[in-house]
C-alpha cells in the first residue's frame, strides 16, 4: 500500500551532489538539460540544501549580470533544508514537504551522507503506480 512505502521506496537516485563553494553557472551545467531538476549542496559530506533550476534562474536574473554566475552556491540557499532517512515513512516525507512548503527533500544515510531526492513528481508517480494496480485488481 502506497502509505507503507518508505522514502528509500520512493526516491530518486543517486543524488546529484555539488559542494556549496561552486558557482551557480557549474550548477546551471549540471542542471541544464539532464532529467534531474534538483542538485543536493553539500559542505563535504553533510547536506547544506537543495536547489533547483527556478532558485538559479531567480539568482541570476536577481543581478542580471554575468558576476552572478560566479556567485557560490552557499549564498542562494536557504537558510533551513530538512532531510529524511531512507527508513522515512512515506506519509512522513509528504507531511514534511507540505508543512515547509518543499517541492523536493534529500534523503541522507544515517551518516548525514546524500543519497537520494524525493520530488512531489516521485510522490504522484508512485501514487498513480497504485492506483493504477488497485483498478486493475478491481476489474479482475
Known sequence: MFLELTAADVM??????LDQRET???????????????LVIVNGKSITGILDARQL?????????S???LRPLAGILSKRT??????????????VMIQE????IPVASPTGRPIGV???????????????????KMEH
Open 12 to 17: 530518486s537516485k543517486p543524488a546529484i551532489t
Open 24 to 38: 551557480t553557472a557549474m550548477a546551471w551545467e549540471l542542471l541544464r538539460g539532464r532529467p534531474f531538476g534538483h
Open 57 to 65: 534562474i531567480a539568482a541570476v536574473k536577481a543581478g542580471e549580470a
Open 67 to 69: 558576476p552572478h554566475l
Open 82 to 95: 530538512l532531510c529524511v532517512t531512507p527508513e522515512a515513512n512515506v506519509r512522513t516525507v509528504i507531511e
Open 101 to 104: 512548503h518543499y517541492d523536493a
Open 118 to 136: 524525493i520530488t512531489a513528481t516521485d510522490i504522484l508517480r508512485c501514487l498513480a503506480r497504485e492506483m493504477a494496480t488497485t483498478t486493475e
